[in-house]
């Protein structure tokens, strides 16, 4: 994902090895993925296009 002005561009992929790029990250609890794109869309990095979008698999009624 980047931002350009007002503009967000999405994309599916291809994405970057993590190994090669992680620099840290952010967990956000939503309620759907084009509001994670909207918070994701205010990081100082999305201008430069280096944000990435995940889904997290949820753990929500598994025991352990």
């Known amino acids: 994902m980047s ?3 007002e503009q967000v561009v999405t994309a599916d992929g ?10 840290g990250f952010y967990l956000v ?17 999305a ?6 979008v995940r889904p997290v698999m949820s753990l929500a009624g598994f025991e352990l």
Not at 29 to 45: F, K, T
Not at 47 to 52: C, K, M, Q, R
Request: charged fraction near 30%; proline fraction near 6%.
């Open 14 to 23: 291809p994405f970057a090895e993590a190994k090669e790029l992680l620099a």
């Open 29 to 45: 609890e939503c309620e759907s993925l084009d509001r994670a794109v909207q918070i994701a869309a205010r990081v100082p990095e």
């Open 47 to 52: 201008t430069l296009g280096l944000v990435e």
């Open 3 to 5: 931002v350009t002005g």
